[in-house]
């Protein structure tokens, strides 16, 4: 059942989708980018009413679908002058394996932190919520702010939520079992941010700091089902990131490396119960392979050292990396996945991708390489803006696993 509303949800929703792109809309200049004129250069004859003919009368108001027939139509995305913020919403169905059915809403505001260097691509904040029948919901911020020349960057996100998620336990044998997993009922809370400077050109370097809470609000839960942990754990940590980055463009790179290095320290006298240390790193490359193709790879990982608490194992699964498996299902003290993905337009704004992945949780080094995870997918891309795509994605996992993501950007 689940399978026949999956494939009629993406029937819909590309079907309303597309039926506002079924000719190539040229991109039109910013008004800003325009010459003023004044009316003393416009033709006397431009300007004069015909004699025995009424004055043009003023347009109707547009309707709502004709407002969002020319909103998909404008695909430019950022201001050309430099000036004012240019704001982007959407929203739609989604469907996942773990969320259920649900609507998901995101806003994104462009801008500018100098308006007079045209050349440093515009920052960005997204806004979004969500909620399912299975009861989630989650609001959300997130974005880059780029200062100096690119020469200094802020990046940042915060969320808070509830998820009732399905907890297998630790280790990749307990999340083999399909059956035997309690519901726990969690909210959670999130702050991250990051401030990185450059002295050398692409290369960036500077702190970060962190704020997770997490309850469990599960009356009856045994202690051993989370690992003789408090239901509450809160988290506050210190680190240290490391980045290079040449690509074109953040949020849809056509070309370029991403590496990232970060190290979050969570010590106790930061006033944390669990001293840890958590280890991400990414390393993605784009490459335009040929005519409106891109080729896309990316290597994760994420290694837990310490003490941890239940909620700060690695986890696999997501809307972004082994997109198809069931958000914690598998998890354990460390994590890695790779995936390629090629992303094709096929006609306009109009566009598919593919992709193939494996992954792996172990908690030492002699389960490095044992019960490697596969994942595969296939997506439909809308450009509603430039070079802005809404994302459809359908991914797939070892025992049937599954899930549909919409989402706005790439999901790397």
């Known amino acids: 059942m689940n399978k026949l509303f999956t494939i009629f949800l993406l029937a819909f929703v590309a079907n309303f989708v597309t039926a506002f792109a079924q ?8 008004i800003d980018t325009i010459a003023p004129a004044s009316i003393d250069t416009i033709a006397p004859a431009a300007v004069a009413t015909v004699a025995g003919v ?22 430019e995305v ?24 649900g609507i ?13 260097d ?83 050109p692409n290369f960036y370097f500077g702190p970060e700091l962190e704020f997770n809470y997490f309850k469990a609000n599960n009356k009856d839960l045994p202690e051993e089902a989370l690992l003789q942990n408090d239901r509450t754990i809160r988290n506050y940590g210190l680190g240290v990131v490391l980045q290079y980055d040449n690509r074109d463009l953040i949020t849809n790179a056509s070309r370029g490396v991403y590496a990232y290095f970060s190290a979050m320290f969570n010590p106790k006298f930061l006033w944390n119960k669990f001293a840890f240390t958590k280890i991400n790193s990414s390393l993605r490359y784009y490459h335009t392979a040929w005519k409106y193709a891109i080729i896309a790879a990316q290597l994760q990982g ?17 809307n972004s990396i082994m997109r198809g498996y069931y958000l914690g299902r598998y998890r354990d003290r460390h994590m890695w996945a790779a995936q390629v993905e090629i992303r094709q337009r096929i006609y306009g704004r109009n566009g598919i991708v593919v ?12 389960s490095f390489m044992k019960n490697l995870l596969p994942n595969y997918g296939i997506g439909y891309r809308f450009e509603f803006r430039k070079r802005m795509n809404i994302r459809l994605d359908l991914g797939f996992g070892k025992k049937g696993q599954m899930g549909v993501i919409f989402n706005m950007n790439e999901a790397f």
């Open 78 to 101: 950022e201001n050309k002058a430099g000036k004012g913020i240019t704001w982007n919403f959407i929203g739609g169905p989604y469907y996942s394996s773990d969320t259920k059915f």
């Open 118 to 200: 045209l050349t440093l691509q515009p920052s960005f904040t997204s806004a979004y919520a969500t909620v399912s029948t299975a009861k989630f919901w989650t609001v959300g911020l997130e974005g880059t702010a780029f200062f100096k020349r690119d020469t200094q960057r802020l990046n940042y996100n915060a969320s808070f939520g509830y998820s009732p998620r399905n907890y297998w336990g630790v280790g990749y044998e307990a999340g083999s079992l399909d059956d035997e997993y309690i519901n726990l009922k969690q909210y959670n809370a999130q702050i991250h941010a990051e401030y990185i400077m450059s002295f050398v």
């Open 54 to 75: 009424d004055e043009a009368q003023p347009e109707k108001p547009k309707g709502f679908f004709a407002k969002l027939k020319d909103y998909l139509s404008n695909k």
């Open 104 to 116: 998901a809403i995101t806003g994104a505001a462009y801008y500018r932190t100098d308006t007079t």
């Open 302 to 318: 994420e290694f837990t050292l310490g003490n941890p608490a239940w909620p700060n194992y690695a986890m696999m699964g997501g």
């Open 23 to 30: 000719s190539e809309t040229p991109v039109v200049a910013s």
């Open 355 to 366: 992709w193939g992945g494996v992954g792996n949780v172990f908690h030492d080094k002699n």
